[in-house]
């Protein structure tokens, strides 16, 4: 499953990514060896989640520290794998669970640790009676160790004005999962606000709660929800926000997300007339963002001619 996870992402124009694996270690060396076998660059890790979840799913505090841990002296700097703290979110983490993962993000604070904030409303009440001493959502991390510059915060929608402002001082980044958002229904994050507001902003498919792998289609629900709050984003933002801004978010930015002299050669190659309908509004195009603009909105795995990764052609469209 692994294996095919990737292939399926690659096809669609995936080069790098970062992902939550299952609560199993074995899920995370699954997915670190079928990344290791196409030369691709990841960020993964182990969920950690002791309460408010399936028996068969849950750890413990010493376990989720201890497998973690074990995890990252074996895969974190491995070619090109960089390990992720990941416990899923406050709800399914006992305090002293998200205290344990705060320690272990403390003594490998060149990892990057990732989770889950203010999705749904009925979530952030649901955080405010299992935390009733912590002022918000956000605070819960921070009491626990885990807010940071290397922090990635999923979906962010319903953030209060301190939250916002402590992210923004901590240099944390907020992840955007537009189809995600859509399809579970939980709320309409504006990305063009938090940009404003001097806050890191990813853009993320969400394979696991999205409708698509494609990052051409999340850029198209990004432009139409942007849309809704009256601040569409331009063409350049949502290509910037894929590649160059993605890589920053994760750190990454002196190795992958650009096409400057000694940048690892993780390229795609994007045909602009993928299909008659693009091709059509194409040739009508005035520059080069009303050129890529049709493939942004219409574009699917048929507009990506080619995938190369570490400088080898991993897809080549017949």
């Known amino acids: 499953m692994a294996r095919r996870y990737l292939e399926t992402i690659v096809a669609h124009g995936t080069t790098t990514v970062c992902s939550f694996c299952t609560s199993h270690p074995q899920s995370v060396d699954a997915l670190f ?20 979840a399936p028996p068969e799913l849950l750890d413990s505090p010493d376990s989720a520290y201890s497998d973690s841990e074990s995890l990252i002296c074996r895969w974190h700097g491995a070619g090109r794998c960089s390990y992720v703290i990941s416990p899923r979110f406050a709800p399914t983490s006992t305090p002293r669970q998200l205290e344990a993962m705060g320690a272990l993000w403390e003594r490998h604070s060149d990892c990057l640790m990732q989770t889950h904030i203010a999705e749904q409303p009925e979530e952030i009440e649901w955080v405010r009676e299992l935390f009733p001493d912590c002022r918000d959502y956000l605070d819960v ?27 923004r001082e901590a240099g944390a980044a907020v992840v955007h999962c537009p189809t995600s958002n859509l399809f579970i229904g939980s709320g309409l994050f504006d990305a063009r606000a938090r940009i404003s507001e001097g806050i890191s902003v990813g853009l993320a498919t969400d394979t696991g709660g999205g409708s698509s792998f494609s990052m051409l ?15 569409p984003l331009h063409p350049a933002e949502l290509y ?12 990454l930015e002196s190795r992958i997300g650009n ?5 690892e050669a993780d390229l795609i190659v994007l045909d602009l007339e993928s ?10 195009a005035e520059d ?20 190369w990764i570490n400088g080898r052609r991993r897809k080549r469209r017949s």
């Open 217 to 231: 289609r999340t850029m198209a629900v990004a432009y139409e929800i942007s849309q809704l709050h009256g601040r």
């Open 275 to 284: 299909t008659e309908e693009i091709a059509f509004a194409a040739r009508n």
């Open 33 to 52: 060896n079928a990344a290791s076998a196409l030369s691709m660059r990841i960020a993964a890790g182990k969920t950690c989640m002791d309460r408010n």
């Open 141 to 167: 991390y921070e009491a626990h160790g885990l807010l940071g510059r290397r922090g990635l915060y999923g979906h962010g929608i319903h953030l209060t004005a301190r939250e916002r402002s402590r992210l």
């Open 240 to 251: 910037w926000l894929a590649t160059s801004g993605n890589a920053a978010v994760m750190h």
């Open 259 to 263: 096409l400057k002299a000694g940048m």
């Open 288 to 307: 080069v963002w009303q050129l890529l603009f049709p493939t942004i909105m219409l574009g699917d795995d048929r507009a990506v001619s080619e995938v």
